[in-house]
């Protein structure tokens, strides 16, 4: 499974962006996928994640009522929309994925960033005025 996260840049605060994670070599149906980001001197931290068997979603409290995502089959692309976005949030954005278990959706609910096990390359996220 290869995977491509796109859709970051510049945008104020109080802007939006919507990020994708573009995967190939495999059907995204077959896995959980999440989004995880790492500011500058910081520990990479999950940001959110969707089960694809019952599609539960999960989100950082810190980004909960403002980040959504979302999976489109067909296209084999997850997504997460990015809105009301804080300086706090400037940071690289990675999509990564676990093949679906019961132990790989305590990952995935968890957002926990080790269980995870392919990673695209990240996509930049700056907020600033």
């Known amino acids: 499974l290869q995977l491509q996260a796109s859709g970051g840049g510049l945008v104020q605060p109080g802007g939006s962006l919507r990020l994708s994670c573009v995967a190939s070599?495999?059907?995204?149906?077959?896995?959980?996928i999440g989004w995880f980001r790492q500011a500058p001197g910081k520990e990479r931290e999950g940001v959110s994640c969707?089960?694809?068997?019952?599609?539960?979603?999960y989100y950082a409290d810190s980004v909960k009522g403002r980040f959504t995502i979302s999976s489109d089959n067909a296209k084999n692309v997850v997504s997460l929309q990015v809105n009301d976005l804080k300086p706090e949030d400037t940071a690289v954005y990675y999509c990564?994925?676990?093949?679906?278990?019961?132990?790989?959706?305590?990952?995935?609910?968890?957002?926990?960033?080790?269980?995870?096990?392919?990673w695209g390359k990240g996509t930049l996220v700056t907020v600033s005025s």
């Open positions: 969707v089960r694809r068997d019952d599609s539960s979603t």
């Open positions: 990564a994925a676990v093949y679906a278990d019961s132990g790989s959706y305590d990952d995935c609910e968890a957002l926990n960033y080790e269980g995870m096990e392919y």
């Open positions: 070599g495999s059907v995204l149906k077959n896995y959980a």
